[in-house]
């Protein structure tokens, strides 16, 4: 498994693959923290906070992360090689696990840089600071919200060879759960369940994270969603065997 793992990701970076996702990725944060004048500008906004960070990663990494995911299998499937992949020693389990866990490291090495940007807040803050706790719980929920994002892209990848239908559909899937059950919500049929209905999404239990507070039903809700799709791309490797 810890050699597939590598192949993944060395396949990443030694293209240029890995390089512009982070480079996009930190790219499009930073013009939009620091250069463009806007809401999400800190300078502008007169506080110490890189809230607008984490109202735009989730945004980015919804084109970001189908595009880095849409290759895992689909790329297999149309070459061939997932043949010879599934004869090798792996169960499918760890060869699905493998290719999740490079792409999840690929999103975290894009997360680490924008340390710079909080550390450039920290210096430019007055003496009241900035809110740590809120910000480090912001992380925790953006790191487990591109998990769920990497989860649902292994899953469209297995699911077809081409690339394209693999990226249109993890970016689809991705965009509902985000916050496709607060447009739900909205519809007056749902008044009385509305709550029921808004903490089905993924953006209710992230915005309770971004408050710093880390709660279990929150990182429940996270790993569940995770496991559900890894194990509906189980399902869908299996079903090749069937």
Do not use: C
Request: no cysteine.
């Amino acid at each position: 498994m810890l050699a597939l793992l590598y192949k993944e990701i060395n396949s990443f970076f030694s293209s240029l693959t890995g390089y512009i996702v982070i480079f996009i990725f930190l790219l499009s944060n930073g013009l939009f923290l620091w250069v463009f004048p806007s809401e999400f500008n800190v300078i502008d906004s007169g506080y110490a906070s890189i809230e607008p960070l984490f109202a735009l990663a989730p945004w980015i990494f919804l084109f970001l992360v189908p595009a880095v995911t849409m290759r895992l299998f689909a790329d297999e499937q149309r070459s061939g090689t997932i043949e010879l992949l599934l004869t090798r020693p792996l169960t499918d389990l760890q060869i699905i696990l493998a290719k999740y866990l490079a792409g999840l490291l690929l999103v975290l090495f894009s997360l680490l840089p924008t340390l710079i940007y909080y550390f450039s807040v920290v210096q430019l803050s007055d003496s009241t600071g900035i809110d740590h706790g809120a910000t480090l719980g912001s992380y925790i929920g953006l790191f487990f919200l591109a998990a769920i994002y990497v989860a649902i892209g292994v899953f469209a990848s297995a699911t077809t060879e081409n690339q394209i239908i693999a990226f249109l559909s993890a970016l689809f899937l991705s965009f509902f759960l985000y916050v496709g059950f607060e447009m739900i919500a909205s519809f007056s049929v749902w008044q009385n369940i509305n709550d029921l209905v808004i903490n089905l999404g993924i953006n209710e239990h992230y915005k309770s994270m971004s408050r710093g507070v880390i709660d279990t039903r929150d990182m429940l809700y996270f790993l569940s969603i995770i496991t559900l799709f890894i194990g509906l791309s189980k399902t869908v490797l299996e079903s090749r065997k069937w």
